[in-house]
């Protein structure tokens, strides 16, 4: 009896350190900074920024709907007319923080990593490393590479703690040939459809597997999330904001996150669905929806 006696209380005292050490569940983000060049960030393959010319700047952004248990990957592409310089620096850190914490003076830095592109023979640095948080960088997985055209700063990392499992996980495995291209033309279309009608209730029901999936990420209410993606500014703004006519020329099919995650560009990075700004010469806002097909159906997952 003393031994089944012992034998619970060591279970219970097990399952109640497992539950303690999950008890905390994590947000995170992304802080990428550059001085003086273009550059693109992509998660999972996933296009997350784009900032086509020479720049100067420190940015932060959430990623906790496109981070999976287990291994992630992060690329950070740059590049510049007539070649780095020795001061150059190329940064990009992975952040945590508590719900409910101000991630944008709260967060507590996983790990960083710099790179000095203008330098010979330099290669990515782990500058900082904090071994208990849930983010560890892979360094085995970090580099530094060129394609002739841009570089990248190649990350990879554990991601130590349980997380859902993610649209963009769940989609089927795309092929990447005409027939998905024009599939995904046709779902493309049809959302265009909604925007120059003005449709707002159908554009937000046509993502609400976003919507669902970026509440629990956020820990916020479903509610929140469609009121900050509603296009109501723009449909009530004629004056300020035009919907560009439909591509007609054939697009281009992208993919990420092992293929099962597609988007269409036109030119460059430029999407089919754009606003122009009104009175501006180039201003306009890109509606970049990511989308997964399941059971025959495109969603819109991003």
Known sequence: ?????????????????????QETEY???????VNGFASSLYIQGIMLDFTGVASNFDRRQPITEYIKAGNNTVELNTWIDGGY???????????????????????????????????EDAKPEIVSADPAAPLQPRE????FTSNGRYETLHI????????????WEK?????D????????????????????????????AAASTRTAELALAS????????????YDMYFDNPDVYQLDDFPEEPMTLNLGADNRVAWLTTQGVSVPIVFSHVGTDHGATFIRPYFIRRDGQWEICR
């Open 171 to 175: 989609g089927d495995v795309l092929r």
């Open 219 to 230: 820990d916020t209410p479903e509610e929140y999330v469609r009121h900050r993606f509603s």
């Open 156 to 167: 990879s990392f554990t991601n130590r703690q349980p997380m859902p499992t993610w649209c």
């Open 140 to 143: 085995s997985d970090i580099g």
């Open 85 to 119: 310089w020795a001061e150059d620096q190329i940064k990009a850190s992975l952040l945590y923080w508590e719900p409910g914490q101000n991630p944008n003076t709260e967060a507590s830095t996983a790990f960083e990593v710099v790179m000095m592109p203008g330098v």
């Open 27 to 33: 947000q995170f983000g992304v802080r990428w900074s």
């Open 177 to 204: 040939n005409d027939a998905t291209r024009d599939s995904l033309a046709r779902e493309y279309r049809g959302l265009h459809a909604l925007f120059a009608a003005g449709n707002n209730d159908a554009l937000l």
């Open 1 to 21: 009896m003393k031994s089944l006696i012992a034998l619970i209380l060591s279970l219970s005292l097990s399952m109640g350190t497992q539950a303690m050490a």
